[in-house]
């Protein structure tokens, strides 16, 4: 079955970056797009941009432009976020969730999602 | 970047009774690339409908959604206790895929 299992929990001081990690099984890692999600406390969803884990191609929000980065290791079927430039507003949970089939196949929203990762950003 | 707007922000309601909410588009959503989404505390999200009105794998036919253009309505025939929570729509018609602000579904 599909599975994302996200790293745990982090605590970073203001200014410092964080990286989380997205291990995915149960289908083939580089057929679909990985999106990541972010959701603060109380608040809604947010999203933060995809990675094509084929191709290494990235679309970020403008949002999060300039201080995010996803990655891909094929060889592990893992994805990564990493923000830098971290404040007390990126306190949040951020989520993976699978998209749509590369390069431009069908698309059927976030059908699957990982667990989520509380990133906790404090002095 | 599209905005979806959900409304109502809240709705109380009994078990057994039907809920219907709304989500409008500040423009045209490219072929019904709408999604419907429910979320529980602690919980990521789950996904109910895509396309607009196609029910994602196990998910019960008492959820039902309608559609087009910039006017989608999610329907809950009729409210189990399990369905007390957060909803969320979402187009992923072109990136970014937004969501909207969610309604609440809770018991009155």
């Known amino acids: 079955q599909v599975q994302l299992v996200q790293s745990g929990a982090e605590v970073k001081k203001p200014g410092a970056s964080v990286k989380v990690s997205c291990k995915a099984s149960?289908?083939?890692?580089?057929?679909?797009?990985l999106h990541w999600v972010r959701q603060a406390p109380g608040q809604g969803l947010q999203c933060m941009g995809w990675?094509?884990?084929?191709?290494?191609?990235?679309y970020y929000a403008q949002k999060f432009q300039g201080r995010v980065t996803m990655t891909g290791d094929m060889s592990i079927n893992t994805a990564y976020l990493e923000l830098s430039s971290l404040t007390s507003d990126d306190t949040a949970v951020y989520y993976c969730?699978?998209?749509?089939?590369?390069?431009?196949?069908?698309?059927?929203?976030?059908?699957?999602w990982g667990q989520g990762t509380l990133v906790t950003v404090s002095s | 970047e599209i905005v979806l707007t959900q409304s109502p922000g809240t709705l109380s309601l009994s078990p057994g009774e039907r809920a219907t909410l709304s989500c409008r588009a500040s423009?045209?959503?490219?072929?019904?690339?709408l999604a419907w989404y429910q979320q529980k505390p602690g919980q990521a999200p789950r996904l109910l409908i895509y396309?607009?009105?196609s029910r994602a794998t196990g998910i019960p036919d008492r959820f039902s959604g309608s559609g087009s253009g910039t006017d989608f309505t999610l329907t809950i025939s009729r409210l189990e206790p399990e369905d007390f929570a957060v909803y969320y729509c979402?187009?992923?018609?072109?990136?970014?895929?937004?969501f909207g602000q969610g309604t609440k579904v809770e018991i009155k």
């Open positions: 423009q045209s959503v490219s072929s019904s690339y």
């Open positions: 149960g289908y083939t890692f580089t057929g679909y797009f």
């Open positions: 396309g607009a009105s």
């Open positions: 969730a699978r998209g749509g089939i590369t390069p431009s196949g069908p698309k059927f929203g976030n059908e699957y």
């Open positions: 979402q187009d992923y018609g072109s990136s970014p895929w937004t």
């Open positions: 990675i094509n884990p084929d191709s290494g191609a990235t």
